[in-house]
Structures are given as structure tokens and as C-alpha cells.
């Protein structure tokens, strides 16, 4: 495994080197903005039909994510080097693996991010009605947000990073506002009976739990631009962990307070759960007031993917597993060509997906399924990264207690393996084709490799 042993040296970079500017704040906001995108505005009502026992799923899911928070949190201090869930691949189990995990990741970001823009116009037209009837002002709206905030991430590492920031605090509000009040006026009764599947209880809380997962993804996002982080070693490990908590708690507590104020029938066909909520609790402003919410929650979501969509591949680039021009940072000292690329196949997607036809709208969302199960095959090699790391490495470890982390990992590893078998069979065997589609690209860097060294030879 070429290169496995050298864990915290980064590679080598084209271009000016980049300025550290990330802070704990601005680390924090991007775990949290990351994870809390548009699929809790709408989670409620999902979980709805099965009624208060899906806080027993929330539960189990929150457990599961800060498993896996804590060992991105001891990875980030073993391997503190830009690429997150690629890096740490690389580390533990070689090139091959760190490449078709980066490989697999970037496909899941840029086709992820086009499901977030499509997200959030939906939610734009509450107040722009104009959006509801024109399928090209709906995808023109979507293309304007991912090249504003393109350009956002162009200009440098601080603004994405401040942008960050402003649209976690602007979209933690109105989900904290009901989370924490709302419970006040909670009405006991929709919470009878406590089961409102018709299931057993063990089915009903699997069920949940498989349907809470998909708002932890991105509890790894920083991760990832560890190069442009301010002491990574400390800063990484206490954001990752700090966000994953903070958004767990408003999930759980938001959650109740919705199906305290809406009865069960009503919450299941609801599109707009926490805005009906808001506006069963406080009147018309409220239901305003929650959807600039989630408006704000999708563009920053947005912001932070699209920041991840240029880092991946940048530090694969730098190890020599992606093509080279991913890894040259701008006059700016951000990777744009990765940026603008990404976006350019985020563009694409969006015009499929606005085209009218139901099977391209069919693929599209079947894609973004594939790039939700791309991300749980990272997560599967992290947890055990980390003891390959160990055991790889064991005079550098043979001091230290490592049974707790051992069985975090094993835990993280377990939760991850259960969470893509819940995918479903379909998923796995597209999901599984996606990633084996890479390897002629791997081949083909090899070969470009191979023939530098030689003509390095001939010299």
C-alpha cells in the first residue's frame, strides 16, 4: 500500500498555498449548515405515520452519528491533512481504496448539490409565486444560487467560510424557535398511541431510524478543507463533535414539538411541516417567517457542499489520484477548476431535471439516492481506518488505552454497514456499479504516471 504509513504529511501543492482561516466557529457552522439542509423541514411528516415512537428511531440515529462523529474526531488528530473521509482511507488501507473513496465522494457532492438547489426552490416559491408554473425560471433560480455561490467560493476560503456562518445562524432560528417553544404548547394526545404504525415496536423504531439517518450526512464536512483550518489537530475533532451534538438536539426537540402542535392525520399529508407548525402556534407571520427559513437553510447547505465539491478532489489531486488540475489553487489559493467543474455537472443535472420528462426526472432522483449510499461507503472505510491506522502503527500507539476507541469504531462501522443494507438491494447493486465504474479512471492515472517516470528516466 503505497504510502500508507506517512500519516500526516500532506502532498505536495500547485499554485500559492492556501491561508488557514477557518476557525472553531466557522468549522462548527460548517458541520452543523452541512447536516441540517431541507430534509428536516420535511421529516416530520415522514415520520408521522408512525407517531411518537420515531423519537425511539431519533434516539438510535443520534447514537449512531456521534459514534461516527467521535471517530472522524480521533481521525482528524491522527491524520490531519486536507480530504477527510479520502485521506483517511489513504491512511489505513492504501491508494486504491483513497482514490475510490474520493471517487465515489465528489459524485455524491456535485449530484447532491443539485438535489439541494432543486430543494430550495420549492421552498423559494412560497415567495415567489411566479416559480410554481415555469419549470425554466425554477431551474434558472436553482443554476443562479450554485454559480452565486461558486463564485462565493472562488474568491477565498474566508468568504465561503463567512457565508457559512451568517446562513447557519439565519436557518438555526426559526428550527430552534419551535424546537425549544413550541414544546410549550405540545397537545399530549397526538402522541396516543404511542405506536401509530400497526407494527411492532422494533419495526417501527427501525423504520424511523432508517428515515432519521439521511439528515446526519455531512457531520464530516470538516473534515475535509483541513489545510485551510486554524490548528486542525484541535479545531476539527471539537467542531465535528460540537455540531453533530447541536444538531441533534434541535432534530430531536423540533421534532416533538411539531407533532405536539399538528394532529397525526394532518401532519402526514402536510408538505411544509414546521412552517404549518409555526403557523398553528403563532399565526400566518410564523408560517412566513419558517419558510425564509428553510429557504436559508437549503442556500447554505449549498454553500458548504459546494466548498466540500472543490477541497475532495483537490487534495486527491495533490496525491496523484485525481487528474492533476484539481489539485492548482487560484490567485486566491482555493482549488477552482474543481469548483467550476463540479458546477458545470451540478448545471447539467438541473436541466435533466427540469426538462419535463418523467423518466429523466425518474434517473435524477435515483442519482441522488446513489449519492446519499456514496457517502455511507466512506464512512464504512473510516471506522475502519482507524484501527487499521492502529495496527499499521502500533509502537507509536502501544502507550495509549485504545480499547474505547476500538469499540467506537467498531460501533461507527456496524451502525454504517446496517444504515446501507437499509438502503435497499437496488440501491447497493447501482450504488456498488457507480464506484467499480472509477477503476479504468484509476488505470488511466497509473498509465500517466507510469509514462512521467519513464520519460524522467530518459532525461
Not at 411539531?258 to 402556534?281: E, H, I, Q, Y
Not at 477552482?336 to 426538462?355: C, D, E, Q
Not at 469504531?409 to 443494507?421: H, N, P, Q
Amino acid at each position: 500500500m503505497a504510502e500508507s504509513a506517512d500519516f500526516t504529511k500532506g502532498g505536495g501543492r500547485e499554485g500559492p498555498a492556501a491561508k488557514a482561516g477557518l476557525g472553531r466557529l466557522a468549522c462548527t457552522s460548517l458541520v452543523v449548515g452541512n447536516m441540517i439542509g431541507s430534509g428536516i423541514f420535511l421529516l416530520p411528516s415522514s415520520l408521522a405515520p408512525y407517531g411518537g415512537i420515531s423519537i425511539a428511531g431519533w434516539a438510535l440515529t443520534t447514537a449512531g452519528a456521534l459514534c461516527l462523529a467521535l471517530v472522524f474526531a480521533r481521525l482528524a488528530s491522527l491524520v490531519p491533512k486536507a480530504g477527510g473521509p479520502y485521506a483517511y482511507t489513504r491512511a489505513g488501507f492504501g491508494d486504491f481504496a483513497g482514490f475510490w473513496v474520493a471517487w465515489g465522494y465528489w459524485i455524491s457532492t456535485w449530484a447532491g448539490n443539485a438535489a439541494i438547489a432543486v430543494a430550495m426552490v420549492s421552498y423559494l416559491r412560497i415567495f415567489v409565486p411566479g416559480l410554481e408554473g415555469s419549470t425554466f425560471l425554477a431551474c434558472a433560480a436553482a443554476a443562479v444560487a450554485v454559480w452565486a455561490l461558486t463564485w462565493v467560493n472562488c474568491r477565498g476560503i474566508r468568504a465561503a467560510g463567512w457565508v457559512q456562518v451568517a446562513t447557519t445562524v439565519l436557518k438555526l432560528v426559526p428550527l430552534a424557535s419551535i424546537a425549544f417553544f413550541g414544546i410549550f404548547w405540545m397537545e399530549p394526545g397526538h402522541f396516543i398511541p404511542f405506536n401509530w404504525s400497526g407494527d411492532s415496536a422494533f419495526s417501527a423504531v427501525s423504520a424511523a431510524a432508517a428515515l432519521t439517518l439521511w439528515s446526519f450526512l455531512g457531520l464530516e464536512a470538516a473534515t475535509i478543507p483541513a489545510d485551510a483550518v486554524d490548528r486542525p489537530a484541535r479545531t476539527i475533532p471539537r467542531a465535528t463533535v460540537a455540531g453533530t451534538v447541536i444538531v441533534a438536539a434541535v432534530y430531536v426537540l423540533g421534532t416533538v414539538a411539531v407533532m405536539g402542535a399538528l394532529p397525526p392525520d394532518l401532519l402526514a399529508k402536510s408538505g411544509a411541516p414546521f412552517a404549518d407548525a409555526a403557523r398553528a402556534l403563532w399565526g400566518d407571520w410564523a408560517y412566513y417567517f419558517v419558510g425564509f427559513g428553510a429557504v436559508v437553510s437549503a442556500f447554505g447547505a449549498l454553500n458548504g457542499w459546494i466548498l466540500v465539491q472543490g477541497q475532495l478532489p483537490m487534495a486527491a489531486a495533490r496525491d496523484r489520484l485525481f487528474p492533476r488540475r484539481f489539485g492548482r489553487l487560484s490567485k486566491a489559493g482555493v482549488p477552482a477548476f474543481g469548483l467550476v467543474a463540479s458546477s458545470l455537472l451540478i448545471t447539467i443535472l438541473l436541466a435533466f431535471n427540469y426538462s419535463g420528462s418523467r423518466g429523466l426526472v425518474g434517473i435524477f432522483n435515483f442519482v441522488i439516492l446513489l449519492a446519499t449510499l456514496s457517502t455511507l461507503v466512506p464512512y464504512a472505510f473510516c471506522a475502519m481506518a482507524e484501527l487499521m491506522i492502529y495496527v499499521q502503527d502500533r509502537p507509536r500507539f502501544r502507550s495509549e488505552r485504545l480499547a474505547g476507541s476500538s469499540a467506537i469504531a467498531l460501533i461507527a462501522f456496524a451502525y454504517t454497514v446496517w444504515a446501507i443494507y437499509g438502503s435497499g438491494a437496488e440501491a447497493v447493486l447501482y450504488g456498488f456499479l457507480l464506484l467499480v465504474a472509477g477503476i479504468p479512471v484509476y488505470v488511466w492515472l497509473r498509465r500517466q504516471q507510469s509514462r512521467e517516470a519513464e520519460a524522467s528516466q530518459r532525461r
